[in-house]
């Protein structure tokens, strides 16, 4: 069964740092495109990153450049975001999509996990 | 980017009866050379994250049930469910992978 769990949300200041991970199981982690979609507190869906399977190609939704950066580690089937100089506009769910189907940054998400929340506030 | 625009941004529908929700992308997604929409469905319930039932516009998820269908091109898209259940209550949200992926505003969908 394909999982993905994501961890390491949580209240942050402005200004502040955080890191999340994306647990990746029952599929081949190292063959498929991820993303991070990330949904404000009542609102809809926001892309925010791509990462190619090997690593080699990176997008960023033009929100957060140059403020995250994502990483994938195959070998042990996880997916990871940095975000640092967090703003409170980031605030929301954010969740980890496996990509298929892909062309260039954008791809069908045929699996989410469940999310995990970041607050940005004072 | 493209954008993405869904209507009505909610509707309530008697339980057996038809629900259609439209999408309208900004420019075309449809891909010429392989003559497929880059278009999909998700539905999201409360609390959960979002289901993915309907990609290439038209081609149902496996596992999601046959009153779900998709369907347009171009620009044009509608997502119809023939005979609205109780568990069908939901946010939908369409979203293109033609280029940098964008999701509809989404529709919520309760019963009358």
């Known amino acids: 069964e394909v999982q993905v769990v994501e961890s390491g949300g949580g209240l942050v200041k402005p200004g502040g740092s955080l890191r999340l991970s994306c647990a990746a199981s029952g599929f081949t982690f190292g063959g498929y495109s991820m993303n991070w979609v990330r949904q404000a507190p009542g609102k809809g869906l926001e892309w925010v990153s791509f990462?190619?399977?090997?690593?080699?190609?990176?997008y960023y939704a033009d929100s957060v450049k140059g403020r995250f950066t994502v990483s994938r580690d195959n070998a042990k089937n996880s997916l990871s975001l940095q975000m640092n100089s967090l703003r409170a506009e980031d605030t929301a769910v954010y969740y980890c999509?496996?990509?298929?189907?892909?062309?260039?940054?954008?791809?069908?998400?045929?699996?989410w996990g469940q999310g995990t929340l970041v607050t940005v506030s004072s | 980017d493209i954008v993405m625009t869904q209507s009505p941004d909610s509707l309530a529908v008697s339980l057996g009866e038809r629900a259609t929700i439209n999408c309208k992308s900004s420019?075309?997604?449809?891909?010429?050379?392989?003559?497929?929409?880059?278009l999909a469905w998700y539905q999201q319930k409360p609390g959960q994250p979002p289901k993915l039932l309907i990609y290439?516009?038209?081609t149902r998820e496996s596992g999601v049930p046959d009153r779900f269908s998709g369907s347009g091109s171009g620009t044009d898209f509608t997502l119809t469910i023939s005979s609205l259940q109780a568990e069908d209550v939901a946010v939908y949200y369409c979203?293109?992978?033609?280029?940098?992926?964008?999701f509809g505003g989404g529709t919520k969908v309760e019963i009358k």
């Open positions: 290439w516009a038209s």
């Open positions: 990462i190619s399977s090997s690593g080699n190609y990176i």
């Open positions: 979203q293109q992978y033609y280029s940098t992926v964008t």
């Open positions: 420019q075309s997604v449809l891909y010429s050379s392989t003559n497929y929409n880059y």
């Open positions: 999509a496996r990509g298929q189907h892909c062309s260039g940054d954008s791809c069908l998400l045929d699996y």
